[in-house]
């Protein structure tokens, strides 16, 4: 049985809060992308059902209403630290996540290689020419964007970070 998109998500959160957490760094970027992402696996483990949109910060439906749209399957959710929405936007399955007050606080978008722009694909296929690029998390969180870039080849499988023209391996995992 195929792993869900969310599932996928939610593993890789996971394993990205533990490398963050392992590389201890002062850097307030790392810190603020460890807090996002602790944020975004809070639904993922919750069963949680669907909040009504008026249990929500109107702040938060109204900038959502602004910010995103051409929007299909809308759900709320409320989470201890505000709300999240999960959301598919032209075909790309995305969640925004909003603090207590309705202020917005990140954008998660899950999509294949065809969405992914292109200098961050020509960036990736520059030094992994013979891996193909099987999926994309996108997290844009203030005016940054943070790139999770899952590759493979026949060997093994590996999750790549590109961020503000930086780019590193986050882990590798040999097939067997």
């Given at each position: ?7 996928i998500?939610?593993i890789?959160?996971?394993a990205?809060i533990?490398?963050?957490?392992a590389?201890?760094?002062n850097?307030n970027s790392?810190q603020?992308l ?10 993922d483990n919750a ?5 009504p ?8 439906v109204?900038d ?5 749209k051409?929007?299909e399957?809308?759900?709320w959710?409320?989470v ?11 075909g790309?399955k995305s969640?925004?996540g909003y603090?207590?007050k309705g ?9 294949a290689e065809?969405?992914?722009p292109k ?11 013979d ?12 005016r940054?964007?943070l790139y ?5 080849d ?5 999750n790549?970070?590109?961020?503000e ?7 590798t995992?040999e097939?067997e």
């Open positions: 049985m195929p792993l869900s998109p969310n599932l998500t939610c890789l959160a996971m990205f533990s490398h963050a957490k590389q201890q760094s850097d790392s603020r460890f807090t996002i992402l602790s944020h975004a696996t809070v639904i069963a949680a059902a669907a909040s949109p008026f249990a929500v910060n109107i702040k938060a109204r959502f209403a602004k910010s995103f051409d929007v399957n809308v759900h959710y409320t201890p630290d505000g709300a999240m929405v999960y959301f598919t936007e032209r790309i969640r925004a603090d207590k202020n917005w606080l990140y954008c998660m978008r899950s999509y065809q969405h992914l200098e961050i694909r020509a960036q990736v296929k520059s030094i992994y020419y891996y193909a690029i099987t999926w994309v998390n996108e997290i844009t969180y203030g940054q964007a999770v870039v899952h590759i493979q026949e060997f093994c499988w590996k790549i970070r590109i961020s023209d930086e780019m590193e391996t986050m882990e995992f097939k």
